[in-house]
């Protein structure tokens, strides 16, 4: 993790993040984007490659160290940035600024390269890029909604937990199993169940995730990156203003500025009713909506992971499953809906 000579305020990184999408009294360009969610995007462009360039030393880029050389920043120096990139430091320290109108893919390149940016940042700092010279103000977001094929698709990963999962990290729906290992995010009455808010304002989330550091890490990562891509999202910033509010936890992963591409690993959870899983996963994006993703946990055959999904699918069946309030014709949008019955293991027959 970048290490930061600061952090934000709650105040100052709520505002921030209430910039990026706009705020309610700001005055629209005549491209209709807010002129203060405009300039939070290049905010974002600067505190990302500001990040970035300081936890490269010199002898990590392969520049020349000096003995007797004092150095002001911990990192590399903007001119340093701009002689690894092939640019003058005048265009650096300007793109820097968050001015990245007509950069070209070569700049990108040499910029991507000089800082040592893996995949998942490259892809990050094109996205900031083409959101600050983005000429239109994005449509409203429809309500979400998951096609019925899909549904049926998780229905019948019999064993199998799956759910669907927006950018956000909403818990757009799941099969049965899949609502089972996620009841606990269902205690908060909210709607639609967020996986992010799960994890940083539950206090069971430390007990769920056995790994919650790691879980925290990878959380605040997709929606960093989520952030790039969309930073006019009023829902995203909305849920990022919130966390950053209420959770310092949050707030200082946040300032960061980490990204990271997320399809496949391995999750360590603590089930308050089955005990320990050590579950493989596979993220597939839904081509219909590449914004949804389907998630699927599977266990090795013979394992006691195995064994205790088996115990999990026998309690998930005497419970009251979340979509049969919430998504009962399998393609209404996602925000009613009502939680899990507490049914217990006893009654379930896990302890006969």
């Known amino acids: 993790m970048v290490l930061l000579t600061g952090t934000l305020s709650r105040s100052q990184t709520a505002r921030r993040v209430d910039g990026m999408a706009g705020g309610s009294g700001d005055r629209d360009t005549s491209d209709g984007i807010p ?17 970035r360039r300081a936890r490269i030393s010199p002898e990590q880029a392969g520049l020349p160290a000096y003995g007797g050389e004092r150095r002001r920043v911990s990192g590399l120096r903007r001119d340093e940035v701009a002689l690894l990139a092939g640019i003058s430091s005048q ?3 300007k793109l820097e600024r968050g001015n990245a109108t007509g950069i070209s893919d070569s700049v990108i390149d040499g910029v991507a390269r000089a800082l040592q940016l893996d995949e998942a940042e490259r892809t990050h700092f ?5 959101a600050a010279g983005t000429t239109r103000a994005p ?14 698709v998780l229905d019948s990963m019999i064993g199998t937990p799956a759910l669907v999962l927006n950018a956000r990290l ?11 290992l996620f009841s606990p ?5 909210v709607r639609p169940a967020n996986n992010a808010r799960f994890v940083f304002l539950d206090s069971h989330a ?21 952030a790039g891509r969309h930073p006019y999202d009023r829902r995203l910033s909305d849920l990022i203003g919130e966390l950053s509010t209420r959770s310092d936890q949050f707030r200082g992963r946040w300032a960061a500025h980490d990204v990271q591409i997320h399809t496949t690993g391995v999750k360590l959870i603590h089930h ?3 005990g320990d899983l050590d579950l493989p996963y596979e993220s597939f994006p839904l081509a219909a909506d590449l914004s949804q993703s389907l998630l699927t946990y599977t266990a090795e055959p013979g394992s006691p992971t195995q064994d205790a999904l088996t115990l999990l699918a026998n309690w998930a069946a005497g419970t009251t499953h979340p979509s049969d309030h919430e998504n009962e014709d399998r393609g209404l949008d996602l925000h009613a809906g009502s939680g899990a019955d507490p049914t217990t293991p006893e009654d379930a027959g896990l302890n006969d």
Request: aromatic share 10%.
């Open 35 to 51: 002129s203060e969610a405009r300039s939070g995007v290049r905010g974002e462009i600067q505190t990302f490659l500001t990040t």
């Open 91 to 93: 265009y650096y320290t």
């Open 126 to 130: 094109v996205d900031l890029i083409r």
């Open 139 to 152: 449509r409203r977001a429809a309500p979400e909604r998951v096609r019925p094929t899909v549904q049926r």
């Open 170 to 180: 909403d818990i757009v729906t799941a099969n049965q199993l899949g609502f089972a």
């Open 185 to 189: 995010a269902y205690a908060d009455p």
């Open 206 to 226: 430390t007990e769920f995730f056995r790994d919650w550091n790691k879980a925290a890490n990878d959380t605040v990562a997709i929606l960093r990156a989520e």
């Open 272 to 274: 308050p009713v089955v």
